[in-house]
Structures are given as structure tokens and as C-alpha cells.
């Protein structure tokens, strides 16, 4: 009722005012004016799934010369959409977005794929950044933090982040580069590339990983988790099959109930399981939102984590347990 009769989505949220819903149909929107979207109130975009609605900064990856979208503001939600195709030139970061430190976006239902910047492929976040359900797959960073570089807080629920690539340097997945909380639920990262850790690079920040599964990521140094200065701290997490440079690398604090593959994550606390393969199926769709790797029958994985501290479902939405007791890693089974 407030835009004209051919309302574009930057004019829609242009007009948006705080509370307000913009409900986005089946549709593919291309930018067209060069720049990205700002976003200076709270408000919700809803998309009608993933795989419906596209929000995407060209036709294909690398054409764009801005990202999709600058959050200004905290309170900011989307779902049920895709973004893709993003190419941040401004050789600050986030090729398809960028949260400051006065903003905060829930992205929940979505997909992020398939987007290019010099730091953080998919996301630079200085604010809050919360994932649901969400898939970061496929994004480059030609300098660090192939999917994400955070300077914030950012929590990842039920998430997967897979094959993106620092092309020239650190943090294939995730690069955390404050002092700030870094929260991961449910979650998988695999595939990707960095040249310090290829799936997480903490410098400085505290991480927790809950019931996540790291797995089949490559770097030099730790092709898993390279630890600098921060802390990381595991409970029911596998960190398996990472190479050239194995699993972990610096300082890593076990509560129990985690599985290393080669011994590299100086695991042994009550339940570790250390230097032992624990049997996984290929990052597919095993159900679910996102992707994820299953636990082959007779994995050291199963029954093995502690009920105590998993959550009440699997990544999937598979209620835990499913036998004697919750599984290590992100898939019950």
C-alpha cells in the first residue's frame, strides 16, 4: 500500500518503516543499479523458500560490483530466500553482505551461494549474525574467510558451511578476528579451503562448538581448526578426515564426548574419543534443511556423546537420542 503499481524490492524497503513485513513471491530480482541494498530500519523480509526466491547482484558470479545488501540496523530478519551472485569491489568485505556494528540480521531458511569479496565470500559481520537452517556454500574471498569473516557475535544453528575458498589466504569457512562469541549448534562445516584453517581460523575470539560435525576440510596449517590466540572450547563434535594439515592446530579445550581422526586435537577429557575415523557418508541431502554427513553403521560416533549436553534434535530435526544415547556430531542416527 505504499509503493506504486511497479514496486521493486529496493524501493519496497526504501519505504519500510520499523515492524514492518515485506512478503517477497516466486520470483528471481536482479539489482540493476550497481549498488547495494541499505537497509536502515527493522523489518522482515520474507521469501517463498530458498528455492523460489533469488535475490542475486547479477545474472552470473562476477559480473556485480557491489554486494546485495548493507544491514544499518539490528532487528533485521529474512527468510526463504536465496542470494547469490554478490561481488563486493569495495575491498572492505562481505560479498553478499555486510552487518556494522550497529546492525543485526536473523537469516533463517536461506541459501547464501556463489558470492566473491576480498574478505568474507558470503558475510562481513561487525554486529550480530544469527543462522537458522541456513546453507553458505560455494562463496571466494581472495584474501580470508572464504564464507564468513566475523568481527561480532554470530551463532549458527542447524547451518552448513561448505566448499567455499579463501583463494590467497586463512579461514576456508570462518575467520573470527575478535574478541567477541562465536556459537555453533547443529551444525557442519566441510569442503573448505584455507591456508590456515581450512574450516575455522580463530584469532582472537571465544568459540563454542556444540554437536558439530568438521569434517573433509583442507589447509596447510590444520586443514580443520587453526587456533591462534583465542579460545575454542568442543563438546559432541566430530573433527575428522581435515587435510594437508590435519585436524587442529594451537590450543583446544575439550568438555568430553568429541572424535578426532588423527589425534591432533589433544583430546582427553571424559568420553574423547582420539584418533579414530568416524565413518561418515558424503555431505548430502540426508533430510532436512541443509546438508549434512551421515553416520555409517558401526561409526564410534554413535551412542557416543553426552545426553546430558546435546541438544533435543539433530542438525535434521531428528529428535536425539534415537538409541541408548545422543551421537556425536551434527547427524543422529
Known amino acids: 500500500g505504499v509503493c506504486d503499481s511497479d514496486c521493486s524490492l529496493r524501493e519496497a524497503i526504501g519505504a519500510a518503516n520499523n515492524g ?22 527493522s523489518l522482515k523480509l520474507v521469501g517463498a523458500g530458498a528455492q523460489s526466491t533469488i535475490i542475486q547482484a547479477a545474472t552470473a558470479p562476477n559480473l556485480a560490483n557491489a554486494r546485495i ?14 542470494l547469490r551472485h554478490g561481488n563486493d569491489t569495495s575491498g572492505f ?5 555486510v552487518i556494522h ?3 543485526g540480521l536473523n537469516l533463517i531458511d536461506a541459501i547464501v551461494s ?9 558475510f562481513r559481520n561487525s554486529g550480530t549474525l544469527m543462522l537458522v537452517n541456513t546453507a553458505v556454500t560455494e562463496n571466494r574471498s581472495g584474501a580470508g574467510g572464504g564464507g564468513i569473516i566475523n568481527g561480532g557475535l554470530l551463532t549458527l544453528t542447524n547451518s552448513t558451511v561448505s566448499n567455499n575458498v579463501a583463494g590467497g589466504g586463512n579461514g576456508g569457512g570462518i575467520i573470527t578476528e575478535s574478541s567477541d562469541t562465536v556459537t555453533l549448534i547443529n551444525s557442519t562445516l566441510s569442503g573448505n579451503l584455507g ?22 576440510n583442507s589447509g596447510t596449517l590444520a586443514g580443520g581448526i587453526f587456533n591462534e590466540s583465542g579460545t575454542i572450547t568442543l563438546k559432541n563434535t566430530i573433527i575428522a578426515n581435515n587435510s594437508p594439515g590435519g585436524d587442529c592446530s594451537g590450543s583446544i579445550a575439550s568438555t568430553g564426548h568429541n572424535l578426532d581422526s588423527d589425534g591432533t586435537c589433544s583430546l582427553g577429557a571424559t568420553g574423547d574419543i582420539s584418533s579414530q575415523l568416524p565413518l561418515l557418508g558424503p555431505l548430502q541431502n ?4 541443509t546438508f549434512t554427513h551421515a553416520l555409517l553403521e558401526g561409526s564410534p560416533a554413535i551412542d557416543a556423546a553426552d545426553d546430558a549436553n546435546c541438544p533435543s534434535a539433530d542438525q ?14 551434527a547427524f543422529e542416527r
Do not use: H
Not at 93 to 97: E, F, K, P, R
Not at 286 to 289: A, F, K, L, T
Not at 316 to 329: H, K, V
Open 20 to 41: 514492518d513485513t515485506i512478503n517477497i513471491p516466486i520470483v528471481t530480482f536482479t539489482l540493476t543499479l550497481g549498488s547495494e541494498i541499505k537497509i536502515f530500519v
Open 69 to 82: 545488501f548493507e544491514i544499518n540496523q539490528t532487528g533485521v530478519e529474512m527468510s526463504g530466500v536465496t
Open 93 to 97: 568485505g562481505g560479498g553478499a553482505i
Open 316 to 329: 535434521r530435526g531428528i529428535p536425539r537420542p534415537q538409541e541408548a544415547a545422543c551421537d556425536i556430531g
Open 286 to 289: 540426508n533430510g532436512g534443511p
Open 195 to 216: 591456508y590456515r584453517g581450512g574450516a575455522i581460523w580463530i584469532r582472537t575470539a571465544q568459540v563454542q562448538l556444540t554437536n558439530v560435525t568438521v569434517a573433509n
Open 101 to 103: 556494528s550497529y546492525g
Open 114 to 122: 556463489n558470492n566473491n569479496s576480498l574478505w568474507g565470500g558470503a
